[in-house]
């Protein structure tokens, strides 16, 4: 009997994978591009695999390739990869005359499979056109009018500060991966920013919340697969995690986000505003009193609370853990950090965004980090909005473009070192900050990151506030941890523990 039902199966599994081989044929002749090669576009290396074009020239982490591809072809060139067409943009003019001087053609998304299971093409990040700029230009007002509010931003890290410092004094000297804390901590201040509230780190609602952010991110790369292959979705098994990505998606929105929006809903009053959430729903009201025609909409506020989560917690506790790995490593580096921190602000209160100015090395050891790490360093992609042309080459609607901001935080000509932490780099003869207009870790034009200004300073006092208070080190008897990133949703340190003394203890410097 079960060697029946295993006969079946394996001959429903052939015919099955025949058909995919052949639909997948059929599929490629009539949508790969280069089955007729548009003319004039940027060139690449030849995609030698039907299907797969470049696909397996590429590794998990392209950046090296992409730096090999741009030295032969120069700061445009095309990929094949199944059904797209990829260009990649280089360096920092080609960045610049693209993103910021004809920006208007290359602000939209394209719509991608992993698209549409993290944004269902709503909210902000996914979006194009008239419902991405209504959606976000209101979200960016909103997030000023509640940093003018009771509460600014700069409380909201202030007080999520002492909780921070207070859980690092709690692993009393022992060795620790900083990432729970950095992440606990960072989070609460997007939740205390989207529902008016902080929650305890051993929360198990929060906690819940972190956990499917981090789960649902593990599957963003692998599940991008389905962008260049859409018929992987269908393969038996959930090899690339679409299932796991949609299911975490839709538990996300059911646990946390639908039930807080409806407690908005049901408890609206216009006059007590604290959150951006509640702030939405009055301009959704307002908008639709006034007989508007407006995209706000319960729908597009849900993806954009879950985006706003997602993506104001992963980068900017990947920064984090990147300045402390960096500290650890580099013990005169984080010397000098604390004596900048001692001269200009002492022991007697808590650094504040004002001595932002003062902190001269802090700012620049944080400027080479953002540098260095560049925690999205391929941006999110965009697509041509209509046929373009460029430096004689054609941009084809429709192609996918990836923007390398690595090209740029890397490339030897504008650093001359660029794989060397030197934060002395942004720190001019005179004792002055450097600003360079090459340092864009936030992308650039009309679609860079939305929250730069709250991400810089939750980066700054978080830090600042750590130095101040302890002095950190690599685990003893121990190899020092590598300093080798994860390439996934962000581009993070690997996992590595430290140790963490107050400064008050004879372990001071
Ligand atoms: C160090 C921290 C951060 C870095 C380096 C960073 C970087 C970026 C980059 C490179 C993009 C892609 C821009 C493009 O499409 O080309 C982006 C988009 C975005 N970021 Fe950030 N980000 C950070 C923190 C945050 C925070 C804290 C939030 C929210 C509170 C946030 C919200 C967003 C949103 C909503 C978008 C999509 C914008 C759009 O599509 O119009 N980011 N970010």
């Known amino acids: 009997?079960?060697?029946?039902?295993?006969?079946?199966?394996?001959?429903?599994?052939?015919?099955?994978?025949?058909?995919?081989?052949?639909?997948?044929?059929?599929?490629?002749?009539?949508?790969?591009?280069?089955?007729?090669?548009?003319?004039?576009?940027?060139?690449?290396?030849?995609?030698?695999?039907?299907?797969?074009?470049?696909?397996?020239?590429?590794?998990?982490?392209?950046?090296?390739?992409f730096a090999k591809f741009r030295r032969r072809y120069g700061d445009l060139f095309s990929l094949y990869i199944g059904n797209k067409h990829i260009i990649v943009l280089n360096g920092f003019e080609t960045l610049q005359d693209l993103l910021v001087k004809r920006g208007y053609k290359l602000s939209d998304r394209l719509e991608t499979n992993s698209m549409?299971?993290?944004?269902?093409?709503?909210?902000?990040?996914?979006?194009?056109?008239?419902?991405?700029?209504?959606?976000?230009?209101?979200?960016?007002?909103?997030?000023?009018?509640?940093?003018?509010?009771?509460?600014?931003?700069?409380?909201?890290?202030?007080?999520?500060?002492?909780?921070?410092?207070?859980?690092?004094?709690?692993?009393?000297?022992?060795?620790?991966?900083?990432?729970?804390?950095?992440?606990?901590?960072?989070?609460?201040?997007?939740?205390?920013?989207?529902?008016?509230?902080?929650?305890?780190?051993?929360?198990?609602?929060?906690?819940?919340?972190?956990?499917?952010?981090?789960?649902?991110?593990?599957?963003?790369?692998?599940?991008?697969?389905?962008?260049?292959f859409p018929f992987l979705e269908y393969l038996p098994g959930d090899v690339f995690g679409v299932g796991k990505m949609k299911a975490n998606v839709k538990k996300f929105n059911e646990i946390i986000v639908d039930p807080v929006i409806k407690h908005n809903i049901d408890n609206y009053d216009p006059d007590n505003c604290n959150s951006f959430i509640a702030l939405y729903l009055k301009e959704m009201y307002a908008r639709r009193d006034a007989g508007e025609e407006t995209t706000l909409d319960v729908e597009n506020l849900e993806h954009i609370v879950t985006e706003i989560l997602a993506a104001g917690t992963e980068a900017t506790t990947s920064t984090l853990r990147w300045l402390l790995l960096f500290m650890a490593t580099n013990p005169e580096v984080q010397a000098k950090c604390y004596q900048d921190v001692q001269r200009h602000v002492g022991n007697g209160r808590?650094?504040?965004?004002?001595?932002?100015?003062?902190?001269?090395?802090?700012?620049?050891?944080?400027?080479?980090?953002s540098r260095l790490a560049a925690v999205i360093p391929l941006g999110a992609p965009r697509s041509v909005?209509?046929?373009?042309?460029?430096?004689?080459?054609?941009?084809?609607?429709?192609?996918?473009?990836?923007?390398?901001?690595?090209?740029?935080?890397?490339?030897?000509?504008?650093?001359?070192?660029?794989?060397?932490?030197?934060?002395?780099?942004?720190?001019?003869?005179?004792?002055?900050?450097?600003?360079?207009?090459?340092?864009?870790?936030?992308?650039m034009g009309k679609r860079k990151c939305m929250a730069e200004t709250t991400a810089k300073s939750e980066v700054f006092l978080f830090f600042s506030h750590m130095i101040q208070r302890f002095r950190f080190i690599t685990e003893p008897e121990k190899p020092a941890p590598l300093i080798e990133s994860v390439f996934a949703a962000t581009n993070a340190p690997q996992a590595f523990k430290i140790c963490a003394f107050p400064r008050s203890t004879p372990n001071q410097i």
């Open 1 to 65: 009997m079960l060697d029946a039902i295993g006969d079946v199966f394996v001959c429903s599994s052939v015919t099955w994978a025949l058909q995919i081989v052949l639909v997948s044929l059929l599929w490629w002749r009539s949508a790969y591009p280069w089955s007729g090669v548009p003319s004039r576009v940027p060139p690449g290396p030849r995609p030698m695999i039907p299907i797969l074009g470049n696909f397996l020239q590429l590794e998990i982490d392209p950046r090296k390739q």
């Open 116 to 228: 549409e299971m993290l944004g269902g093409f709503k909210g902000i990040i996914s979006t194009s056109g008239k419902l991405w700029r209504e959606q976000r230009t209101v979200s960016l007002a909103l997030l000023q009018k509640l940093d003018s509010g009771k509460q600014s931003t700069e409380d909201k890290i202030q007080e999520e500060s002492v909780y921070l410092l207070d859980a690092i004094a709690k692993e009393n000297g022992m060795a620790f991966d900083p990432n729970l804390l950095l992440r606990n901590a960072v989070s609460n201040i997007t939740c205390n920013m989207l529902f008016g509230q902080r929650y305890d780190y051993d929360s198990d609602h929060f906690q819940l919340v972190l956990c499917i952010i981090s789960e649902t991110l593990k599957t963003v790369g692998i599940s991008t697969a389905m962008n260049y």
């Open 350 to 369: 808590k650094p504040v965004l004002t001595d932002h100015d003062n902190l001269i090395y802090v700012q620049a050891v944080i400027t080479e980090t």
């Open 385 to 443: 909005t209509e046929d373009m042309w460029y430096k004689g080459y054609r941009l084809p609607r429709n192609s996918m473009i990836i923007t390398n901001l690595d090209s740029v935080l890397m490339d030897e000509k504008i650093w001359g070192d660029p794989k060397v932490f030197r934060p002395e780099r942004f720190i001019s003869e005179d004792g002055k900050l450097i600003h360079r207009e090459e340092l864009i870790p936030f992308s």
